[in-house]
C-alpha cells in the first residue's frame, strides 16, 4: 500500500497512531485526496474523528478542499452529523455556514437566528448544489425544488436533531421533504436509529408508505436496513 492510501485508511479507521507516524514521515499526505477528491481530513469528517482532523490540521490540510461533489469538510461533516470535527473546523475558520449546515449540525440557536435574520432564503441554502436531478438528487428533492427550509428540516431529521426539526417545521417545512435518494426525513432518521426524531415525524403525520427513488423502499425498510427493530414498531 503507498502512503497516499496508507493515510487515507488510517484516517478512516480512526487509527491515530498510525496517522501521526505517517504524517510525520510526511506532512504532505495531509492533502492527497482519493477519486473521489476526499482528503484525509473529509474522511476525518464523515467519521468524527476528532483527533485524526486536528493532526492533519496540523500538517495543513486545506480546510476548503472540495470532493468532487464540491463539497468541503465542513460540509460533509454536518451532511454526517459530526459534530466534534464541524466544531473543530469551524474554529479553524472554515467557512460556508449555513441554514441546511447550523440544521444538519444541531445547531438550535443559530437556526433560529438565520429564520430570523429576514436574509434571503437563497443566501441560506447548502453550497452544494447539483446542476440538475441525478441518482442522489431526483427532482422532487427539497433541494432540486429550491425547499430551502425543507432541505434544513430533512438534515435535521437525518442526524436526529429533534428540536430543530420542529422549528423548522413550525416555519413550514414539509414533513415529507425528501433529500438524498429520495428518502424523506422519515427514512433517513429511521436508517440512522434516531428513535424521538422518528416518533415526532410520525406524531406530526409523516408518510410511513412513501418509497425512496434509489431502493424503492418505505421507512420501514431503511429501518431494516439499519437494524433498528424498536423503530420498526413506532412504523408498525
Known amino acids: 500500500m503507498n502512503s497516499a492510501a496508507a493515510i487515507l485508511q488510517a484516517v478512516r479507521e ?18 492527497v ?3 473521489l477528491l476526499k482528503t484525509p481530513l473529509h474522511w476525518a469528517a464523515e467519521r468524527d474523528h476528532q483527533e485524526a482532523a486536528k493532526m492533519l490540521l496540523e500538517a495543513g490540510a486545506d480546510v476548503e478542499a472540495t470532493t468532487s461533489w464540491g463539497a468541503t469538510p465542513l460540509d460533509w461533516a454536518a451532511t454526517m452529523g459530526s459534530s466534534k470535527v464541524a466544531d ?3 474554529g479553524r475558520g472554515a467557512q460556508g455556514m449555513n441554514l441546511v449546515t447550523a440544521a444538519s449540525l444541531g445547531k438550535l440557536d443559530l437556526v433560529r ?8 432564503l437563497g443566501s441560506l441554502a447548502a453550497r452544494t448544489l447539483p446542476t440538475g436531478p441525478n441518482d442522489h438528487w431526483p427532482a422532487d428533492s427539497a433541494r432540486m425544488k429550491g425547499d430551502v427550509i425543507s432541505d434544513s428540516f430533512y438534515g435535521a431529521c437525518r442526524n436526529g436533531h429533534t428540536a430543530v426539526a420542529a422549528a423548522l417545521l413550525g416555519r413550514g417545512a414539509d414533513v415529507n421533504a ?53 423503530i420498526r414498531e413506532l412504523l408498525r
Do not use: M, Y
Not at 113 to 120: E, H, N, Q, V, Y
Open 113 to 120: 437566528k438565520f429564520l430570523d435574520s429576514g436574509a434571503p
Open 14 to 31: 480512526g487509527d491515530v497512531s498510525a496517522v501521526k507516524r505517517l504524517l510525520s514521515d510526511d506532512p504532505h499526505l495531509a492533502r
Open 33 to 35: 485526496a482519493d477519486d
Open 178 to 230: 425528501k433529500g438524498v435518494f429520495g428518502g424523506t426525513a422519515l427514512h433517513w432518521a429511521a436508517i440512522n436509529g434516531h428513535k424521538d426524531t422518528v416518533a415526532f415525524l410520525v406524531a406530526h403525520g409523516a408518510d410511513l408508505t412513501i418509497r425512496d427513488s434509489k431502493f424503492d423502499s418505505t421507512p420501514d425498510g431503511w429501518a431494516a436496513e439499519g437494524q433498528h427493530e424498536e
Open 88 to 90: 473543530l473546523l469551524l
